[in-house]
């Protein structure tokens, strides 16, 4: 081959290099920066998607949750196994005190068994088993509310169980005002069977009574309960305690005495089985006239006109043993024995506002008479007050079922 042949072949040789290399320059590498320096590979919405790890679940669930503050003492603590089993659970208050609960039967739930208490850090502590058969441990806590004061509640009657009389109020006393009486009120449920109508009447901030629209029928049993533990009554007061109390109602005994003739007459069921001639209170200190209810019964009580703001030494003070007295209201009427004023019962007013009766009778009506029974008393000069012990029955039932809240 002449040198112009090889020459020839170079130059073609050269050439088809060049092509080659300026093809190359021309693609772009899938890895290679783009015109604003960004790396093509990274950037699509599928490589970040990548790139994010899934949130690692607990061995267990708590309910409320973990680390959760003012929590309702009357919430419910719940435990839940997210894999696997419980193999020990313990909860316990800030104290050391365990808190009782109880786990189903594939063991995989926990739930407290009673009431919280206020403003306590409760713990827990699970260990749980895995279905692979891993075990691992939870720990978590959860604060409960912390009242900005708590009330009290006390009841009449306190005591469950007793027979009462067709007139027997319910009465709810709190030893703090009560702001949001509504409210308060829905904690407060009485039943009654058979079913009737009555509604609550508040006397002051701190005490509301009950009473049906008319005397209860002979045999009602009527139920009350006070719900007010772990509850808001109104500006962060809580009840301190829940209370209750029941009773069965006896015997309808209802006394009248009118002023006109002074004659007490007792009625059982409806049926007349009593008379008795009495005294009623004299001018300068008469009776009540109203609905009153019986309170108190005693076998022997001392009665000091002192503790009404008359002096023992006044001409018409006394501070004398009085024998079967039955309270039927709070300022001091009685239905008590008076030998001592036999000759003027049923002739002439001379107690101090108590009904005089004779020894027999006093004996008789202290006996047969029931916390609840009613004593009207009719003709006098000044009414029984409302608010004075148990008048509930002297205020008329519309304004009474308003409430006076």
Request: proline share 6%.
């Amino acid at each position: 081959m002449n040198r112009h042949a090889k020459t020839a072949k170079l130059v073609v040789a050269l050439m088809s290099l060049l092509a080659l290399l300026l093809a190359s320059a021309c693609t772009v590498d899938s890895n290679s920066p783009d015109e604003d320096g960004n790396n093509k590979a990274d950037s699509g919405p599928s490589a970040e998607a990548e790139k994010t790890e899934a949130p690692v679940q607990t061995a267990v669930s708590m309910n409320p949750p973990d680390g959760a503050t003012d929590v309702n003492p009357l919430t419910p603590l719940e435990l839940t196994a997210n894999d696997g089993t419980m193999t020990s659970v313990s909860v316990t208050n800030n104290e050391g005190g365990e808190v009782e609960g109880t786990l189903s039967k594939d063991k995989k739930v926990w739930k407290s068994a009673e009431p919280l208490g206020y403003g306590r850090t409760y713990s827990a502590l699970v260990k749980t088993l895995s279905d692979k058969g891993i075990t691992s441990q939870f720990n978590g806590s959860i604060q409960t509310v912390t009242p900005k004061n708590q009330t009290a509640v006390s009841t009449i009657p306190s005591e469950p169980g007793d027979t009462f009389g067709v007139g027997m109020p319910l009465i709810v006393r709190f030893d703090e005002p009560i702001t949001d009486k509504d409210k308060a009120e829905g904690y407060m449920k009485v039943t009654t069977s058979p079913k009737v109508e009555g509604a609550w009447y508040w006397f002051s901030d701190m005490e509301a009574h009950w009473r049906p629209k008319d005397y209860y029928e002979p045999g009602t049993k009527v139920d009350l309960k006070v719900d007010v533990y772990g509850r808001d009554l109104g500006g962060g007061l809580y009840g301190q305690g829940d209370v209750s109390t029941n009773f069965v109602v006896g015997d309808s005994m209802v006394s009248e005495i009118s002023n006109s003739d002074k004659q007490l007459r007792v009625y059982k069921n409806g049926e007349l089985v009593r008379t008795m001639p009495a005294s009623l209170g004299m001018a300068k200190y008469p009776s009540q006239s109203g609905i009153h209810v019986v309170q108190e019964k005693h076998k022997s009580l001392i009665m000091d006109s002192s503790t009404w703001g008359l002096p023992t030494d006044d001409p018409d003070g006394y501070y004398e043993k009085v024998p079967y007295a039955t309270r039927i209201s709070m300022s001091g009427e009685f239905v008590h024995a008076a030998p001592w004023s036999v000759p003027d019962q049923g002739v002439r007013n001379v107690s101090h506002g108590c009904i005089n009766v004779s020894l027999d009778d006093g004996i008789w009506f202290y006996e047969n008479s029931t916390y609840g029974d009613i004593v009207v008393i009719t003709g006098t000069e000044v009414d029984l007050k409302p608010e004075d012990g148990w008048g509930d029955w002297n205020i008329p039932w519309d304004t009474w079922k308003a409430g006076n809240k």
